[in-house]
Antibody, heavy 118, light 110 residues
Framework: QVQLVESGGGVVQPGGSLRLSCAASKFSFSGYGMHWVRQAPGKGLEWVAFIRFDGTNKYYADSVKRRFTVSRDNAQSTLYLQMNSLRSEDTAVYYC???????????WGQGTLVTVSS | QSALTQPASVSGSPGQSITVSCTGTSSDVGGSNYVSWYQQHPGKAPKLLIYDVDKRPSGVSDHFFGSKSGNTASLTISGLQAEDEADYYCASYTSSSTWVFGGGTKLTVL
């Protein structure tokens, strides 16, 4: 069964940086695009970023563009999200999710909590 | 990148059917066949229910049904069960090669 395990969350001050990781297993990671989706406490889901299977194309939500960078290491089956210039409104649980090749976001990790607070 | 519009809440009794709407624009829902629906129970990760407007992944109950008309997609749940009580989100691929989610709908089974 596909497994996605996020890590790297924690408490960071406004203006700070954090890098999230998503370790993938039990599927061919290099063959799938991957997403980051976040959920602020008590709020709905917000799509954050997508990276193609080979890393050649990346797309971002306007709310994180120029502050967040998505990347991947296919040799290590790991997805990353580098978050810079963090704001209080970035406080959320961050999920990584597999893009099911035009079949929706078909597998999700359990999420990692990022809290931006002084 | 405005969120798709969903009702904040819907409710129904066991055995009844309910429909959750998801309204976007011609740049997302209306112009895309990549509309999907997700179920989220409290404290849990979202789960894919419907993809490509009306297709169910293997293992998803056939009492979940997706459809689309113009800029509005819909999720119908027939024969409501207690375990269907959850939050439901729609999502769509957009003409900007991004994705957008709906604001979410809380389903209460009375």
């Amino acid at each position: 069964q596909v497994q996605l395990v996020e890590s790297g969350g924690g408490v960071v001050q406004p203006g700070g940086s954090l890098r999230l990781s998503c370790a993938a297993s039990k599927f061919s990671f290099s063959g799938y695009g991957m997403h980051w989706v976040r959920q602020a406490p008590g709020k709905g889901l917000e799509w954050v970023a997508f990276i193609r299977f080979d890393g050649t194309n990346k797309y971002y939500a306007d709310s994180v563009k120029r502050r967040f960078t998505v990347s991947r290491d296919n040799a290590q089956s790991t997805l990353y999200l580098q978050m810079n210039s963090l704001r209080s409104e970035d406080t959320a649980v961050y999920y990584c999710a597999r893009d099911g090749r035009d079949k929706g976001l078909d597998y999700w990790g359990q999420g990692t909590l990022v809290t931006v607070s002084s | 990148q405005s969120a798709l519009t969903q009702p904040a809440s819907v409710s129904g009794s066991p055995g009844q059917s309910i429909t959750v709407s998801c309204t976007g624009t011609s740049s997302d829902v209306g112009g895309s066949n990549y509309v999907s629906w997700y179920q989220q129970h409290p404290g849990k990760a979202p789960k894919l229910l419907i993809y490509d407007v009306d297709k169910r992944p293997s293992g998803v109950s056939d009492h979940f049904f997706g459809s689309k008309s113009g800029n509005t997609a819909s999720l119908t749940i027939s024969g409501l069960q207690a375990e269907d009580e959850a939050d439901y989100y729609c999502a769509s691929y957009t003409s900007s090669s991004t994705w957008v989610f709906g604001g979410g709908t809380k389903l209460t089974v009375l």
